[in-house]
């Protein structure tokens, strides 16, 4: 075995690891690898019977570690009753409506299907003035069988009807992103002659097509999404940048504001190892009159509470280059914020979710935030490891019974009084 291929994926195995695993995990688990690895030593120095002893005591303390770290807990839920008197009903103001003075955009993500029923699409409209499509316009979601260049279009095509039906706006997620999944491209890419034409090429006929299909109906594109490496300062090496580096930013930007010359068009992200170089990128591209009107930040928060001061003093930078900056994807991981400024871990959220938005709209071009789901009932945290064994995240604002969460109560009052 050639353990140089280990050695050179160690970097983003590290990176996988610290990203996927909350810090207490992480660190547990480097204990009880240097644990294993120390009886391991014990292991080839001693005889038979300590070595089964050995074996046993590891595969036991494996399987505590599961039980600890990968089975659900159950938290209480006082907000029904605590929350019970609050001005926030049915009847009233949706967060829309607080929203509605200034300006600000209140929105969800999910798949067509999910809020296209009578209940959901009701609840949707009472709060929410903003749609974004979490899959359906995805690349590879539009292709049939992973085709390039052969298209299906009718939950995209549901999507946008559903958002201009009931008078809200519309988010296209997303035009070109790193981590799409398209096979085909990767694998022609590989064998042309000129793999970078051959790439822009691509680019430029999925962008006309898909942009031009809707023009005038996407009030805002997620033209790139996560361009930058997540934990290592520097662009994220994808099929696109590996073959055009940053050009295929550039060239994306253009094809979309000619597809579509009055779509907002926005780079989605999030702020990682590399904020100066993320921010050199739109500085580049406004000097150079490359069409970008944006900044999304995505806001997934799965490992702790982020440092607020740090995220929003980033979108105050873009917002000071005179662009607009947006939370694109926020949830909250429940798990994640244990003990943050209260006993109560729902309210814990809740005071979190607060902070951020309070401190969002102190940002002059600071436009609204999205919500990544509807209700608890489903979140993608759901089905990606670890986080499908380390429930409950519940990172929305709402529980799957549509009640609401301390994290709505907290925003409704940002909303009410700033
Ligand atoms: O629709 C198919 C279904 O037909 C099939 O049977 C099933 C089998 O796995 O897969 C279904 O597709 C899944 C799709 O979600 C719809 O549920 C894909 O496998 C799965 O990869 C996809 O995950 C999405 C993920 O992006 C990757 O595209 C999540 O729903 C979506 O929430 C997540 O969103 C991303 C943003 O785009 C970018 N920022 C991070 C965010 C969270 O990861």
């Not at 871990?345 to 609204?368: D, L, P, T």
């Amino acid at each position: 075995m050639d353990l140089s291929m280990i050695f050179d994926d160690l970097p983003s195995v590290i990176e996988l690891m610290i990203v996927t695993f909350t810090p207490k995990v992480f660190y547990s688990m480097l204990i009880v690898i240097a644990l294993l690895l120390g009886l391991s030593v014990v292991f080839f120095i001693t005889e038979k019977r300590k070595v089964l002893f050995l074996i046993g005591l590891n595969i036991l303390v494996g399987i505590t570690l599961v039980i600890i770290f990968f089975s659900p807990k159950v938290y209480e839920r006082s907000y029904t009753e605590a929350y019970g008197h609050h001005v926030a009903n049915d009847n009233e103001q949706g967060l829309k409506d607080l929203a509605a003075d200034k300006d600000l955009i209140i929105g969800f993500a999910s798949g067509i299907d999910r809020v296209d029923k009578g209940g959901v699409k009701a609840r949707l409209m009472h709060e929410f003035n903003s749609y974004t499509s979490e899959n359906d316009l995805k690349w590879s979601a539009l292709l049939v069988d992973g085709e390039l260049r052969k298209y299906d279009f009718t939950e995209a095509d549901r999507s946008v009807a559903f958002a201009k039906e009931h008078g809200m706006r519309f988010r296209g997620h997303a035009l070109i992103w790193g981590k799409g999944k398209l096979v085909q491209l990767t694998e022609e890419a590989a064998v042309a002659d000129d793999p970078g034409a051959y790439i822009l090429e691509e680019i430029r006929y999925h962008i006309k097509t898909v942009v031009g299909r809707y023009k005038g109906q996407v009030d805002s594109w997620d033209v790139v999404n996560e361009p930058m490496a997540l934990m290592a300062p520097g662009f994220e090496s994808n099929v696109f940048y590996d073959h055009m580096g940053i050009d295929y930013i550039k060239e994306a930007l253009k094809a979309a504001h000619e597809a579509d010359p009055d779509a907002k068009l926005f780079i989605n992200g999030y702020v990682g190892a590399d904020e100066e170089i993320l921010y050199d990128l739109f500085v580049e591209l406004i000097e150079e009159g490359i069409p970008i009107h944006g900044y999304g930040m995505q806001g997934h928060v799965m490992n702790g509470p982020m440092d607020i001061e740090k995220m929003t003093s980033f979108l105050k930078r873009i917002s000071d280059l005179g662009l607009e900056v947006e939370i694109t994807e926020m949830d909250v991981r429940l798990r994640a914020m244990e003990g943050y400024k209260s006993d109560d871990i729902y309210e814990s959220q809740g005071i979190f979710y607060g902070e951020v938005i309070k401190a969002c709209m102190e940002i002059e071009n600071f436009r609204g935030v999205t919500f990544w789901g509807v209700n608890d009932e489903r979140t993608w945290y759901d089905s990606v490891p670890p986080y499908k064994w380390q429930k409950p995240s519940d990172p929305l604002l709402f529980d799957s019974n549509w009640n609401r969460k301390p994290s709505y109560y907290h925003i409704y009052d940002v909303l009410m009084n700033i």
